[in-house]
């Protein structure tokens, strides 16, 4: 569910025809080398693949028109290896619609004193060209990353890696198409926004469905299959019966197996990768879905409660930059809930309904069912547990109306100083950077949302360069924030994304 396609990243050398042929071989065959060693690194999430030098203006061209046209290339990336006129890259930067990055880097580490002439100089002069070639880019007002460093050095190809994966974020953005079950919660205004504006920057599409459209998908999942998937949830989770009778437990447990298998098949059938659903309005349905909605993101579709497709859709695009990623730690829908004021300790409970991402578990999970406290259902089972520790980011995207702002802050997951027996559900407990403090307050003036998508396997530059190539405005509340630099941001943005 998770990865599409086998993406590939173009390595495109440039230089020019005026070094002759051995210069030229030579160019050749140190890009090889050095897309040899980035694919031999295991340092990167996707594979580099080598494209013939680039000399001139058509070749260029032709190279970015194919890119475009290769659904398995997410990204080029550039080096001048020697000096390439940059009018020759117009008319191919004009053309290029993937993901860019400049990778500004040489194939020799050291100066060779000794032996240094001038045809040394004329082969390895990434300095010089690079410069004639970023100028270009600069002038074209084109998103790119720059990237600087020696190829063999694994924290450059670390962050070739990193850039790989907002480049996945970027060319999956397009793809990704939202079910919404249900509108948006009466008079709620963050998860509302514009749609088609939506689909214009994002690539999203947005569908309403009326709830009972998934009734007979529901109702079509037979006794043994469901069974099948509470046998297995019973022997990956632990159970928490709460006084419950055993066999009533499952039969509620069942409940969410129908609903996962039926509302997968509904978004298969209907090329959805990301779902919303709404407590309030969930026409046939015997309960809210919770453990449905845990395991369907677990798989790897984005999700949003109360209508909200903004972070839906988001959610999917953040699971789909984390794909390629080792050891990843989870990704998953979130709310903010409650405060922990007491100093030293300050912190916020994350949790949501029930909808908590398990990719994030630290330990065990178990299955509870409790009420809801809200709505007119049967007591959903829901899986519950609490989020590993560590740095993380977590996400909102809010439209203001004339335009969407992407809010990021960097957090730290902790462990609450206590266990909570009676929540029955799925927490995590963070600190916002710089402090809770400054992290609340420039939350709010940054008009982030209650709901946020939150990972651990991406940074805030992951999100910005996101951001940047989907032509919206960042803002980041992370270690070094102050509120009056942050109010200057957002001065600045309004500024700047004025139309
Ligand atoms: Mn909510």
């Not at 993901?99 to 004193?113: A, G, S």
């Not at 000794?114 to 990434?126: G, H, L």
């Not at 405060?339 to 299955?367: F, R, S, W």
Request: glycine share 8%; proline share 3%; with cysteine.
């Amino acid at each position: 569910m998770l990865q599409s396609k086998n993406y590939k990243f173009w390595f495109c050398t440039g230089s020019q025809d005026l070094y002759g042929d051995e210069c030229l071989a030579h160019v050749a065959a140190h890009s090889q080398e050095i897309v040899k060693f980035l694919n031999d690194s295991g340092l990167l999430p996707y594979e580099v693949v080598v494209k013939p030098t680039m000399i001139t203006s058509e070749v260029i061209f032709n190279t970015f028109r194919a890119a475009n046209a290769d659904a398995e290339c997410a990204g080029v990336i550039t080096w001048m290896h020697t000096f390439s006129p940059a009018k020759s890259w117009i008319h191919g930067l004009k053309e290029l619609k993937k993901p860019l990055l400049h990778f500004h880097t040489q194939y020799n580490r050291e100066i060779p004193y000794d032996t240094i002439d001038m045809d040394f100089m004329n082969e390895n002069q990434a300095a010089h060209g690079d410069r004639e070639y970023g100028h270009i880019v600069t002038r074209m007002g084109i998103a790119r990353e720059v990237i600087m460093g020696y190829w063999q050095d694994a924290h450059v190809i670390e962050k070739i890696g990193a850039w790989m994966n907002s480049a996945i974020g970027v060319v999956e953005s397009s793809k990704v198409r939202v079910c919404r079950f249900a509108d948006n919660m009466r008079n709620v205004a963050v998860t509302e926004g514009d749609k088609v504006e939506a689909e214009i920057k994002f690539g999203w599409e947005i569908d309403a469905w009326p709830i009972n459209c998934l009734t007979p998908y529901v109702d079509a999942v037979t006794d043994d299959e469901a069974n099948a998937l509470v046998d297995e949830y019973y022997k990956k989770y632990k159970i928490i019966l709460d006084g419950r009778d055993e066999k009533e437990f499952r039969e509620h447990v069942l409940v969410q197996a129908k609903q996962e298998i039926g509302i997968e098949k509904f978004l298969v059938e209907h090329n959805y990768q990301a779902v919303v659903t709404h407590f309030g309005d969930l026409g046939s349905l015997k309960q809210l879905p919770g453990l449905a909605i845990q395991h369907l993101m677990e798989k790897g579709y984005g999700f949003g409660a109360e209508g909200d497709w903004k972070t839906a859709a988001l959610l999917r695009v953040m699971k789909l930059m984390t794909a390629g990623k080792k050891d990843a730690k989870g990704t998953s829908f979130m709310e903010d809930y409650t405060y922990n004021l007491v100093p030293g300790k300050e912190g916020i409970l994350q949790a949501h309904m029930l909808e908590v991402c398990p990719t994030i578990a630290d330990g065990e999970i178990a299955i509870r069912c409790t009420p809801l406290s809200m709505g007119d259902r049967e007591d959903p089972a829901r899986l519950v547990f609490t989020a590993k520790e560590g740095d993380g980011i977590a996400v909102s995207l809010i439209d203001l109306g004339h335009r969407f702002r992407l809010i990021i802050n960097e957090v730290t997951v902790k462990k609450t100083e206590k266990p909570m027996p009676m929540l029955p559900v799925a927490t995590a407990f963070w600190t916002p950077k710089p402090d809770l403090e400054t992290g609340a307050e420039g939350w709010i003036y940054a008009g982030g949302a209650h709901h946020t998508a939150f990972t651990y396997d991406l940074t805030a530059d992951d999100m910005v360069r996101w951001a940047d190539s989907m032509g919206i405005e960042s803002v980041v509340i992370g270690e070094g924030t102050t509120i009056r630099g942050l109010k200057k941001d957002l001065k600045l943005g309004e500024a700047y994304y004025k139309n």
